[in-house]
Structure formats: structure tokens, C-alpha cells
């Protein structure tokens, strides 16, 4: 699935989907669910996890804008300066189901 329109409407990001899906995200839960090493962490080849805030909390943080990358993410420009997670359409649309 991809995208067909997203907006950013008071302190949501609304997308619909080319299958008629519409999912609705609250800007501070999609800032604590970015996907970036700086939040998370990378693994190392051994599997232990180096690196990543670990901050789940970000009150007030709003979406400033957003870029499409490839035929396949979503780059979410917050209003804290973090730029760096991609948000892949599967990510997101399987982020949807769970904070729903």
C-alpha cells in the first residue's frame, strides 16, 4: 500500500491509503515511535543494541513537514529538529493497528 494524500491537521497526521484506508496519528506518539538509531539504538552483529535515547515522552512535539523517500517511506520533520526516521509505509501502517 502507499500513501495517496497525507496532511497535518491541528496536532494529527492523517493518511490515506490507495486501498481507501485512512489512519489518523497523534504527533507526539508518532515522535516516540520514530524508527531512528538516535531513539532506538543499532544493533551490533552480535545483536546487543548500542546507542538510542530511549525517551518515550515528547509533549508538545508537532510535525513540521514531511518528504516522501523512494517508493517507500515517510521522513517526518518534528518541531524538536529530529528529521532522521523513516517511516516506512508497512511501519506505519502496522504502527496504526497498535496505538488504535
Not at 485512512?22 to 543499532?42: N, Q
Not at 551490533?44 to 512535539?61: A, C, E, L, N, Q
Amino acid at each position: 500500500m502507499r500513501p495517496e494524500d497525507v496532511q497535518l491537521i491541528g496536532n494529527v497526521v492523517a493518511i490515506r491509503w490507495s486501498d481507501g484506508r485512512e489512519d489518523f496519528f497523534d504527533m507526539e506518539k508518532l515522535r516516540a515511535a520514530s524508527p531512528s538509531a538516535e531513539r532506538r539504538g543499532e544493533p551490533d552483529i552480535f545483536g546487543r543494541i548500542h546507542g538510542g535515547d530511549g525517551k518515550t515522552s515528547f509533549p508538545g512535539v508537532t510535525v513540521d513537514g514531511f518528504d516522501y523517500v523512494g517508493n517507500y517511506a515517510i521522513r517526518f520533520a518534528f518541531s524538536d529538529g529530529h528529521n532522521t526516521g523513516l517511516y516506512s509505509f508497512r511501519y506505519l501502517r502496522d504502527l496504526a493497528e497498535s496505538l488504535s
